[in-house]
Nanobody
Framework: QVQLVESGGGSVQAGGSLNLSCEASGYMLLTNYMAWFRQDASNERVRVAAITVGGATEFYDDSVRGRFTVSQDKTKKWTFLEMASLKPEDTGMYYC????????????????????WGQGTQVTVSS
């Protein structure tokens, strides 16, 4: 089992920045992808960024590329999302997610790929 806890959400004005953190604990040896998803008012979860464990490869949704940066620390227990030049459309509940190796692979964008989820942290960007 893997437990994920997000922190760092808040309210900012457009153009501002926020940094999200995700602390992972438990059995992480089968996890090779970590991701950040945003759930908006329509309840759709959109993958905004993902990273291979160890940080070799990063993935970004086109809507955040160049503004958001995903990273992981050397212990691999912490995954971060640095968000800059925030826009009102970035508003939503942000979830950290981890896959479980051996499970069905639907691609890094698909929520079904990820077996473990945090409780979410709210980000609100006002215009």
């Amino acid at each position: 089992q893997v437990q994920l806890v997000e922190s760092g959400g808040g309210s900012v004005q457009a153009g501002g920045s926020l940094n999200l953190s995700c602390e992972a604990s438990g059995y992480m040896l089968l996890t090779n992808y970590m991701a950040w998803f945003r759930q908006d008012a329509s309840n759709e979860r959109v993958r905004v960024a993902a990273i291979t464990v160890g940080g070799a490869t990063e993935f970004y949704d086109d809507s955040v590329r160049g503004r958001f940066t995903v990273s992981q620390d050397k212990t691999k227990k912490w995954t971060f999302l640095e968000m800059a030049s925030l826009k009102p459309e970035d508003t939503g509940m942000y979830y950290c997610a981890a896959n479980r190796g051996g499970d069905e692979w639907y691609g890094d964008r698909d929520p079904r790929t990820y077996a473990y989820w945090g409780q979410g942290t709210q980000v609100t960007v006002s215009s």
